[in-house]
Every structure is written in C-alpha cells, then in structure tokens.
C-alpha cells in the first residue's frame, strides 16, 4: 500500500541535503569564479535532528497531578485535598496488598516476565484460558504496545470521541492517521458512521470504550455485534466494567478473532500507583505480542500487589457497592446545582454539563483554588463546556455540593 509522506516532511535536492547536514557544499563550473566568504552565521546544531520527523508535532498527553504537586500549588495538606479529577478509588486496596507489598521475598530478583502467578488468578477469574491473557504496566502499555505491533506507518484507526484520549495519543506516537467518527446526541456511538468510515478509510482498529470515559455509557450488544462484523480488530476497552450492572464481555475473545478487550486494576482495586492493566487477546494474535512486549514490564510489587488484592473479593465487591451507591447519591445531589446537567452513569465518575451561562474552566479552577476540591475539566471543543467528576466518599459528595452551591 502506497502511503503518502507524513505531514511536515519535505524531499531536498541533493545540494540541500548535503548543506543541511553540515558538509561542504562543493559548486563546479567550467568558468572560474570569486567566491566571496559567506557572512551569515553557521547553523547550530540541534539533538532534534535525530528524532522521527512525526515526533516533532506530537502534542504531550496532559497527566493529572499527584497529591504532593496539588499540595505545594494550593498551600494545603494532602489529606486537606479532595481529589474527584482522576477516577481513583479513595477506599484504597484490600489490606492484603500491603501486607504482600511489606513482605516480598525476592524485590531484588527481576520480575517473571510472564507474570505467570497473575495470569492463573485472572484465568480462573474470567474463566478464560491463561493463554490469550497478557498484563501490561497499566492497560495503557497495552495500547501502546497493540499498536505498535498492528500499525505500520500510515495505517488508520477509528476514534469516537469523546473517549479516552490516550488512542489519539498513541495513535500519533506511532505515525498513524486517525478516523474521527464523533459520537451522536447523549453520547451514542454512530455505528453507521463507524461502518462507513471503516469501508471507505480501511482502518486496521477501532477503539471502543465501555462504560465510556468521559461520560459513562455503555455500548449495547447489538452495536457491539455490528462493529466486530466488519472487517477490522475491535479494542473494547472495559477499565469502569466494574461498577456497571452489565457483563464484562471478555470471554467473547476466545471466539471472535478480531475483539481484543482490556481491564485495569487502578478503577475498582485501587492499584493507581502501582501500573497494572490485563488484556484478552486473540489466541493467533497474543504470540506475537509476547515477541514484542518489553520483558520485565510489570514490577514485582505490581504483580504481587494485584494477586494479593484477588485473595479479599470480598472487599473490592463491598468497595464497588459503595462506590456504586455513591455514584447514585452524587447524580442525584449534582442535579441540585442550577447551572449543572449530569448524565446517569455506568463508571465511578458523573459528566456534567455546565449552563446558564457559567465557564466550566472556572468552576474547575474556582473549586480547586478556593475549596482544595479536584475536578476534571477538558480544553477540547466538545468537552469545553462540561466538568467531569469521581466518585468519591460520602463526605467528599457532601463538600462538593456546599462549595458548588457558594460558587
């Protein structure tokens, strides 16, 4: 397939590549000529030279700030700061964790690089076999690294936004082009403008989030159905699975050879910190992966972080309930608020439309400024108008309503 040079690049004759590169650009004639000495100063040299061209228009993905950088910019105490900006699980991990992570045997030893002793919980977990299962630092790396391994140069992927913007990004690291196919009133997916983007653009992925991150909503069966019948691989991303009433649909991969679906353990087992994420993947796609994938990438603390949290079920179902339970009493406390609309949701977050005339970016700021309170605010077009808010404790509910109701 015949691509076309990435945007920025330009083909020098001969003579200018060589004077780019520093070499003495040497002219012949048959007439004898005075070379007049150039007065213009050399050019310096940059590390930039060296990089992919691509690179030099990537546009950063914007993190979210820990505790200790929120602390020193607003002059509080972290246990002063209600953090409802990045979906973390303010119930923390079962105790289990920290009782593994306080008595590892062998922190000096490199990790299995097949997370072996994860990979058995998860299979009998998900009752799926062990061998289509492959865990990453975060469900991030695996992406990145289902990229990397799909995409050649050129090659396009389908976005829906608003979704999580961490295909776009990666999508771009690796030189791809990206399809937008927005989504339709109340955040539906456009399947049909996902089909006809597919037919006519041959994407080689299409990225799928469910619940969707920012707003919550799940993707029917039907649609779900109707997008793996076309002939691209199919990500369904499933980090907020968790706290929705609906089945992970993981189990689906050991029969659908272009469905790859992912799961995180930062959302419901409040392993933030510690970068561990999981996917499912098809049987004659995961091999290579394993071939590709960095050797050591999840840390000892990681893995046994995360099968400790699998021994307490228990504990992460009475954390979900709670959260779950929140989540309802925050809808509900949130429509209170006169120049706010939220939207239901399926995850551990509520998306809220900010009207009557109010700035999103300045509730955003205000909160944070005047009352140490954290929320999500987006700069891109379609988000610039709503704020994005975690889940938190009963009591972090109760703050954010007094402080909206101030503002």
């Not at 993190?63 to 602390?71: A, D, M, T």
């Not at 991990?93 to 590892?104: D, F, N, T, Y």
Request: include cysteine; aromatic fraction near 8%; hydrophobic fraction near 40%.
């Amino acid at each position: 397939m015949q691509t076309s040079a990435p945007t920025g690049s330009r083909v020098y004759p001969a003579a200018q590549r060589q004077a780019r590169a520093g070499r003495p650009l040497v002219l012949t004639s048959r007439a004898t000529a005075t070379m007049e000495p150039s007065t213009s100063a050399p050019a310096v040299p940059s590390a930039t030279q060296f990089l992919r061209k691509h690179m030099l228009k990537l546009a950063p993905y914007t993190p979210i700030e820990p505790f200790e950088v929120l602390s020193s910019r607003y002059g509080r105490k972290p246990e002063d700061i209600i953090k409802l900006d990045a979906n973390e699980n303010p119930y923390g991990p079962p105790p289990e964790v920290r009782q593994a992570l306080g008595s590892m045997s062998f922190p000096h030893i490199y990790p299995d690089p097949e997370t072996r002793a994860l990979r058995q919980a998860l299979s009998k977990m998900h009752n799926i076999p062990m061998e289509n299962l492959l865990v990453g630092c975060g469900a991030d790396e695996l992406i990145d690294l289902l990229m990397r391994c799909v995409l050649e140069p050129g090659d396009k992927i389908v976005d829906c936004p608003p979704t999580f913007t961490m295909y776009v990004f990666d999508a771009d690291v690796n030189d791809a082009r990206v399809v937008t196919v927005p989504r339709l009133e109340g955040f539906r997916l456009d399947v049909e403008g996902i089909r006809r983007a597919v037919l006519e653009h041959q994407p080689k992925v299409v990225f799928l989030t469910s619940p969707n991150n920012p707003d919550g909503s799940m993707i029917s069966e039907s649609d779900l159905l109707a997008i793996l019948d076309l002939p691209v691989l199919v990500v369904l991303d499933e980090a907020y699975i968790e706290f929705s009433t609906e089945a992970s649909r993981m189990h689906w991969v050991t029969e659908r050879h272009n469905l790859v679906v992912l799961r995180t353990f930062s959302k419901s087992a409040a392993l933030a910190g510690l970068r561990v994420g999981y996917g499912a993947f098809p049987s004659a796609m995961i091999e290579y992966l394993w071939r590709a994938k960095q050797p050591y990438n999840v840390s000892v603390a990681a893995e046994v972080a995360a099968c400790a949290a699998l021994t307490n079920m228990e504990y992460l179902d009475k954390v979900r309930n709670a959260l779950v339970s929140e989540r309802d009493r925050l809808f509900s406390r949130l429509k209170e608020i006169p120049f706010l609309e939220p939207y239901p949701s399926h995850a551990n977050f509520i998306l809220a439309k900010v009207t009557g005339g109010r700035d999103a970016k300045a509730i955003k700021d205000a909160l944070a400024s005047q009352y140490g309170i954290m929320v999500r605010h987006y700069a891109k077009k379609e988000l610039s108008g709503y704020i994005r808010v975690s889940v938190g404790r009963p009591e972090h509910t109760d703050k954010l309503i007094e402080a909206l109701k101030q503002l």
